[in-house]
């Protein structure tokens, strides 16, 4: 299991751009690494994924075209930049590591405790 803990969200009007990090306790390097969001009243939604061993990356239609996952070198800290924000991309923004490929939640083991971000 790993550590995960996420920072850089905050409050932008639309159009704006944020980008989250996720810094991992230790090294993930065969991890899939995940972020997800979850609005009030909504479902916890898959939003890209990165398999770190060979940065091949999954990103969600919903956001495709405006968000991209990547990691660092070190293989410790994942990102997310979010481009051309909406008010509906707001939500908490979690990251996760896990051993399966996909966006389904339930594939994920560890998780950090989520940073939120706001569009308005």
């Known amino acids: 299991h790993v550590q995960l803990v996420e920072s850089g969200g905050g409050s932008v009007q639309a159009g704006g751009s944020l980008r989250l990090a996720c810094a991992a306790s230790?090294?993930?390097?065969?991890?899939?690494m995940a972020w997800f969001r979850q609005a009030p009243g909504k479902e916890r939604e898959g939003v890209a994924n990165?398999?770190?061993?060979?940065?091949?990356?999954i990103v969600a239609d919903s956001v495709k075209g405006r968000f991209a996952i990547s990691q660092d070198n070190t293989k410790i800290t994942v990102y997310l930049q979010m481009n051309s924000l909406k008010p509906e991309d707001t939500a908490m923004y979690y990251c996760?590591?896990?051993?399966?490929?996909?966006?389904?939640?339930?594939?994920?083991?560890?998780w950090g405790q989520g940073t939120q971000v706001t569009v308005s």
């Open positions: 990165i398999y770190t061993s060979d940065g091949s990356t």
């Open positions: 230790d090294n993930v390097s065969k991890y899939y």
């Open positions: 996760a590591a896990g051993w399966r490929c996909g966006l389904d939640s339930m594939r994920y083991d560890d």
